[in-house]
């Protein structure tokens, strides 16, 4: 019984030490505290930052799903691209040494093919001879005398085609340039 007297007893004497601390804080001490206006103020301005970071993260999301959307079938894109490659070699082949109706049900094939791939966001490089050579499109794999002076760090062969899927580069130009 006297564990529960010694309880009770510092309870009492702390509730008795808080009202004698209370009693003695001068009124300066009271009143220093923000006023209601200061933190409504503060509270409004926290809000305002939360919605705004809120609003910036639904615009960040949304602009990474779409990108997301966009880029999705690279994979596949990239694969495609040898079979598109083939086609073009065969159609050049067909041409040398095959008949008209052969050539022209591969191209029709062809063309099908090309189409969809184009619907699909597929865009090919525009990369002739002479046209300069830049880094961020094209990749050069060998490098010859150049043929003329005006061709020095130009392109002056065109191996393999370029593509773009939407804007972003999939496939880089293989390209000779002189030098």
Do not use: C
């Not at 990108?67 to 994979?75: P, T, V």
């Not at 099908?112 to 499109?137: P, Q, S």
Request: hydrophobic share 35%.
């Amino acid at each position: 019984m006297s564990e529960n007297q010694d309880i009770q007893d510092d309870k009492l004497n702390s509730q008795e030490e808080f009202t004698e601390n209370l009693g003695n804080e001068s009124e300066e001490t009271m009143t220093a505290g923000p006023t209601p206006e200061e933190l409504l103020a503060d509270e409004k301005d926290r809000y305002m930052r939360l919605f705004a970071e809120f609003e910036n993260y639904k615009k960040r999301t949304s602009k990474e799903k779409m990108e997301f959307f966009q880029y999705a079938n690279q994979d596949m894109m990239i694969s495609m691209l040898g079979v598109l490659d083939d086609f073009e070699r065969a159609l050049k082949e067909i041409a040398k040494n095959g008949n008209e109706a052969d050539l022209q049900g591969v191209e029709l094939i062809y063309q099908k093919f090309k189409n969809k791939l184009i619907e699909k966001g597929l865009k090919a490089m525009e990369v002739n001879a002479g046209d300069d050579f830049n880094v961020d499109f094209h990749e050069a794999i060998t490098q010859i005398p150049s043929p003329s002076p005006e061709l020095k760090g130009k392109i002056v062969d065109v191996i393999e085609s370029g593509y773009l899927l939407q804007d972003k580069v999939i496939r880089f130009a293989k390209v000779v340039t002189g030098n």
